[in-house]
């Protein structure tokens, strides 16, 4: 299980980890002043798995910056990396993006990383972009414990298989989350749906699919 997070955080984006985090984590005091922005956060994992998290404290973003860390702790899911079989500590940059017209509802009370990269426009199968293919479609899914996508399939569509058949595997493969908590603040399973817009275009820089709900 460590391997596939790891293998999926990466391919979540090969960068720093982008976290959204919408209205609804809000720290009271951060939610009054209106406060909005990036806070960059270093995560340390140990080998047996403690996770630390460092943000540069101080400054008006302070209620963002400790609102971070306890965001990601609750919901740990950052493994130590392996090694010749052995775990061994693992560092990871990571983006809290504090917006408060995001809006996470579509994630059944998981939290998105790297939401950017999980279906590109680059990811246009040649056969539909040959013919044209244009529509839209919306997938549904299962997300773990441990922020995994399963059990996807495709809710509705108005285009071709062509299109629509090769998104669910292309999500599972990229798309991790925070999970959801339940009650006791423990993760929890939960459900989601995910909209895109296949629009046709031909100039060299073409909007991503993902309809943002």
């Given at each position: 299980m460590a391997l596939l997070l790891i293998l999926a955080l990466g391919a979540a984006?090969?960068?720093?980890?982008v976290i959204d985090a919408g209205a609804d984590l809000y720290p009271a005091d951060a939610l009054a002043q209106?406060?909005?922005?990036?806070?960059?956060?270093?995560l340390s994992v140990s080998a047996d798995g403690a996770l630390r998290c460092s943000a540069?404290?101080?400054?008006?973003?302070?209620?963002?910056?400790?609102?971070?860390?306890?965001?990601?702790?609750a919901r740990d899911i950052?493994?130590?990396?392996?090694e010749k079989g052995?775990?061994?500590?693992?560092?990871?940059?990571?983006?809290?993006?504090?917006?408060?017209?995001?809006?996470?509802?579509?994630?059944?009370?998981?939290?998105?990383?790297?939401?950017?990269?999980w279906i590109r426009y680059s990811d246009y199968?040649?056969?539909?972009?040959?013919?044209?293919?244009?529509?839209?479609v919306r997938i549904a899914y299962d997300?773990?414990?441990?922020?995994?996508?399963?059990?996807?399939?495709?809710?509705?569509?108005?285009?071709?298989?062509?299109?629509?058949?090769?998104?669910?595997p292309l999500f599972v493969e990229r798309a991790i989350f925070l999970p959801a908590l339940?009650?006791?603040?423990?993760?929890?399973?939960?459900?989601?749906?995910f909209n895109l817009d296949w629009r046709w275009c031909e100039t060299a820089r073409c909007p991503a699919p993902d309809t943002g709900e």
């Open positions: 984006d090969p960068g720093p980890l209106k406060l909005e922005g990036d806070v960059a956060v270093k540069p404290g101080g400054g008006a973003m302070a209620p963002l910056k400790r609102a971070s860390c306890e965001l990601v702790a950052f493994p130590p990396r392996v052995q775990a061994v500590p693992a560092d990871y940059s990571v983006i809290v993006r504090w917006k408060l017209g995001t809006s996470n509802r579509q994630f059944g009370g998981a939290v998105p990383i790297g939401r950017a990269g199968p040649p056969i539909a972009w040959r013919q044209v293919n244009t529509g839209k997300i773990t414990a441990q922020g995994r996508p399963q059990n996807c399939r495709i809710e509705s569509t108005n285009t071709t298989q062509a299109l629509a058949g090769n998104m669910c339940d009650p006791d603040g423990k993760p929890r399973p939960t459900r989601g749906w």
